[in-house]
C-alpha cells in the first residue's frame, strides 16, 4: 500500500524554525519527484517546494526561497522541509505528494499543521 505520513508540525513563533518530515511506503521512493504544498484558511493548495528524484535538482515558491530547504534521505525513504525565519504567513497544513510517474498516480499525504503565532 502506496502511504506518505507527514509529521513535524506544530506552534512557533514569528522567526523561529521547524523540520517537517514525510515517511514514504509502498513504493520505490528513490524513482519519484517529491514536493511539499500546503494550503492556508479560505486559500487554495499550493506548491512550496519540490525535489527531483536523486536530490539533485529543487525548486520553491518565490515566497519560501532562501527560507525554506527540501531534501531527501532515499535510503530511508524520507522527505524532509527545513523551514526557517517562519511567518506568519507561513501557517498552513503542509502536505507532501509523490509526483505521477511511470503510469502511477499521484499521491498525498494527510498533512501536518503548522502555526506561526506570537
Known amino acids: 500500500q502506496v502511504q506518505l505520513v507527514e509529521s513535524g508540525g506544530g506552534l512557533v513563533q514569528p522567526g523561529g524554525s521547524l523540520r517537517l518530515s514525510c515517511a514514504a511506503s509502498?513504493?520505490?521512493?528513490?524513482?519519484?519527484?517529491m514536493s511539499w504544498h500546503r494550503q492556508a484558511p479560505g486559500h487554495e493548495r499550493e506548491l512550496v517546494a519540490v525535489i527531483h528524484a536523486l536530490g539533485a535538482i529543487t525548486n520553491y515558491a518565490d515566497s519560501v526561497q532562501g527560507r525554506f530547504t527540501i531534501s531527501r534521505d532515499n535510503a530511508k525513504n524520507m522527505l524532509y522541509l527545513q523551514m526557517n525565519n517562519l511567518k506568519p504567513d507561513d501557517t498552513a497544513v503542509y502536505y507532501c505528494?509523490?509526483?505521477?510517474?511511470?503510469?502511477?498516480?499521484?499521491?498525498w499525504g494527510q498533512g501536518t499543521l503548522v502555526t506561526v503565532s506570537s
Open positions: 505528494k509523490r509526483s505521477a510517474r511511470y503510469n502511477n498516480p499521484e499521491v
Open positions: 509502498g513504493f520505490t521512493f528513490n524513482m519519484y519527484p
